[in-house]
């Protein structure tokens, strides 16, 4: 059903300024506001943000009401509605007395657009929940966003408790369309999240309509790279691969631990690297700063003549998973796994916060086999964490499959290999020189 498009295309140049729709943006704005519920599977970057964003503008009698995860991510959304003059704000925790009673006001009067609420918000305050059945009432009620869905499972990587009980959301307000998006793309993710937003009974007779898109990043190059056993090696030929491959360009390290990340950056900026942590242990004003100066790092201004030398900039940052969720820079040229990550849709997410831009990037990770033992006692309390991990470590150790190929077949995506890849990951790129890919790089690593 595409009756809206015309209006929703003015919409998206006059009030968004954007030209085109990026793929599945339309049919999954016209989907939701035709009222069913929907599930949005995109990753990272793709513009996920829009698809509630624009049907709130386009309904200007009903309240888009958005649950996040992030108060900094709300935060950071809220201000750019309120510069393209659409009415957004955010109720949480740490929202004041009269802030809170002014937004409760606006809500009732239809004065906002855009709601974006911590889950906690939506199960425990009464107050919100009156103003929010008054407006259903009055159908004023637009759609729930349910923003990062794959919190609400279990098996996902970042499950959220307070995610559980939004099932409340059917059960009080059946009338109002649910939108879930998320990166994460698993079939078992979605069945969980689905069972809690729609509850067993109903997905069991009816299900939402899905719009999934690709997880192939054409851009992005995959590579990984055996790993030394000594710290001190390990430092040295990484700060010789970013100078030799990536000199000047701005780049991401994930590291296991945030001590690690210190180590990481110290070692770097010792071999003249502007390099700098980024952990939750750091205080505000700092992690501030180093975002800040990452987020403005440019390659071409760091190639001036009068650019301030090598360290004082932040071209990379060594970083803690923690780091990345709601990352939109567009010019990163490579991230970096110095550890592996926790499973295949965390490298994903992580991974995929290269080449933004479109412009080609690399994405290298250093496997060695003692670090799995060091993930797995992190993952292996959560469900299907080992199972989990053990994905990644075949994703490492493979030496005859696509890359890309793999991280499909863990997404259920069909995948054309020839087509898809084109030598842009090391397995293919060795195959296409006649190389066959060596085994003992990983028995060398092994001990
Ligand atoms: P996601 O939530 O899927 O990770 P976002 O919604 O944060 O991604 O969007 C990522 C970036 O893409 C934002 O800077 C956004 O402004 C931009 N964007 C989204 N849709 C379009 C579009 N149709 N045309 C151009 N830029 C877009
Ligand atoms: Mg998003
Ligand atoms: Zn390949």
Redesign the pocket.
């Known amino acids: 059903d595409f009756n809206h498009s015309p209006g929703i295309r003015r919409v ?1 140049r006059e009030t968004f300024g ?1 030209h ?3 793929s599945l ?1 339309l049919c999954a704005i016209n989907a939701t506001l035709s009222g069913v519920d929907t599930f949005v599977v ?9 698809i509630y964003q624009l049907p709130a503008v386009f309904e200007p009698r009903k309240l888009t009401v958005v649950i996040s995860p992030l108060l900094s991510l709300s935060r950071d959304q809220v201000m750019s509605l309120l510069k393209k003059n659409i009415a957004a704000t955010m109720l949480c925790g740490e929202t004041s007395r009269e802030d809170a009673r002014d937004t409760l006001h606006a809500i009732r009067a239809l004065q906002l657009r855009l709601l974006y609420v911590t889950p906690e918000k939506i199960t425990k305050s009464k107050q919100l929940m009156s103003a929010l059945e008054n407006l259903y009432e009055r159908d004023a009620l637009g759609r729930f966003v349910v923003d990062e869905a794959h919190c609400c499972s279990t098996m996902g990587h970042d499950f959220r408790p307070d995610y559980r009980k939004l099932h409340i959301l059917k059960q009080r307000f059946p009338q109002t369309p649910i939108l879930a ?1 998320t ?1 994460t793309a698993t079939a078992r993710v979605e069945k969980s999240v689905c069972e809690t937003l729609l509850g067993s009974a109903a997905s069991a007779r009816h299900s939402w309509v899905r719009f999934r898109s690709t997880f192939n990043r054409p851009n992005l190059v995959y590579e990984v790279v055996a790993k030394s056993s000594a710290a001190n090696d390990q430092f040295r030929e990484l700060a010789d691969m970013i100078k030799a491959r990536f000199p000047r360009q701005c780049g991401i390290v994930y590291c296991f631990s945030r001590k690690d990340t210190e180590e990481t950056a110290k070692a770097l900026v010792r071999e003249g690297i502007g390099a700098a942590p980024y952990h939750a242990d750091l205080d505000a004003s700092t992690k501030e700063l180093i975002h800040q100066k990452w987020s403005t790092y440019s390659a071409a201004a760091a190639s001036a003549p009068k650019a301030p030398r090598g360290t004082s900039q932040v071209q990379l940052i060594c970083a803690t998973s923690a780091f990345g969720m ?1 990352i ?1 820079k567009p010019d990163v040229r490579f991230v970096v796994h110095l550890s592996i990550p926790k499973n295949m849709e965390a490298y994903c997410q992580e991974s995929g916060r290269a080449g933004r831009d479109g412009n080609k990037a690399h994405c290298v990770l250093y496997y060695r086999r003692p670090d799995v033992l060091r993930v797995s006692a992190l993952v292996s309390d959560t469900a299907n964490g080992d199972q989990k991990l053990l994905e990644i470590v075949r994703y490492c150790e493979n030496v005859v499959n696509c890359r890309r190929q793999f991280m499909a077949s863990v997404f259920g995506e069909p995948f054309d290999k020839e087509k898809l890849c084109q030598g842009k990951c090391d397995v293919c790129a060795a195959s296409a020189h006649g190389n066959s890919p060596s085994y003992e790089l990983f028995d060398a690593s092994a001990h």
Do not use: E, I
Request: hydrophobic letters at 40%.
């Open positions: 998206l954007f085109n729709f990026r943006q995109m990753p990272t970057g793709a513009g996920k943000s829009l998006v990166a709601g939109d």
